[in-house]
């Protein structure tokens, strides 16, 4: 059983930076960061496989960066030129397969509580 806490989240300014992180324990494959605003659908940011593979959603590209440490415990995902439509809870997950895709929340088994950023 994996498990996951998110920690960093805050309110930022428009053209402002954020810094996620989240502490993953258990064996897992894929680790991903989705995020959910309010009467919304839950949608994936950003996914890095074992084998270093990343893969971002299109409003992620260029501006979000996903990253783990060498010893697979802490995720992050660095957030750069942030806009008032990235305000949403931000949820790391994680699976012991390579067969998900941050298109499909659902593939993802493992979920972090939540940690909530606000974009003014």
């Known amino acids: 059983h994996v498990q996951l806490v998110e920690s960093g989240g805050g309110s930022a300014q428009t053209g402002g930076s954020l810094r996620l992180s989240c502490v993953v324990s258990?064996?897992?494959?894929?680790v991903a960061w989705f995020r959910q605003a309010p009467g919304t659908t839950r949608e994936g940011v950003a996914g890095?496989?074992?084998?270093?593979?990343?893969s971002y959603a299109e409003f992620a590209k260029g501006r979000f960066t996903i990253s783990q440490d060498g010893a697979k415990t802490t995720l992050t995902l660095q957030m750069n030129s942030l806009q008032p439509d990235d305000t949403a809870m931000y949820f790391c997950?994680?699976?012991?397969?390579?067969?998900?895709?941050?298109?499909?929340?659902?593939?993802?088994?493992?979920w972090g509580q939540g940690t909530q950023v606000t974009v003014s």
């Open positions: 258990g064996d897992h494959r894929m």
């Open positions: 997950a994680a699976a012991r397969t390579t067969y998900c895709f941050i298109d499909l929340p659902s593939t993802f088994t493992s």
């Open positions: 890095l496989g074992d084998d270093g593979s990343t």
